[in-house]
Nanobody
Framework: QVQLVESGGGLVQAGGSLRLSCAASGSIFSINAMGWYRQAPGKQREFIARITSAGSTNYADSVKGRFTISRDNAKNTVYLQMNSLKPEDTAVYYC????????WGQGTQVTVSS
């Protein structure tokens, strides 16, 4: 059984910052990539950022220069530092862990007010 526990969402004013965390626990071995996605109301889930076990990262164009993904391999935890937040960043944010299988977190709400 694998669990992903997300935290760090909330309400913030435009221009502010938030840091999301996602900790993986349970029978999980050899994590390959960890990433973040988001889904705004009425829209499809979209890719935000990804980090491999080697530390390589890639980002959606919409968040480049504002968001930073990082991971702590010893803790099986992935982070998303979000700066210069905009109202259009409002969404439910999901973490994803890819190992032998594909796991998703339950989602955490991020609301950016104008």
């Amino acid at each position: 059984q694998v669990q992903l526990v997300e935290s760090g969402g909330g309400l913030v004013q435009a221009g502010g910052s938030l840091r999301l965390s996602c900790a993986a626990s349970g029978s999980i071995f050899s994590i390959n990539a960890m990433g973040w996605y988001r889904q705004a109301p009425g829209k499809q889930r979209e890719f935000i950022a990804r980090i491999t076990s080697a530390g390589s990262t890639n980002y959606a164009d919409s968040v480049k220069g504002r968001f930073t993904i990082s991971r702590d391999n010893a803790k099986n935890t992935v982070y998303l530092q979000m700066n210069s937040l905009k109202p259009e960043d409002t969404a439910v944010y999901y973490c994803r862990v890819v190992s032998a299988a594909d796991y998703w977190g339950q989602g955490t709400q991020v609301t950016v007010s104008s």
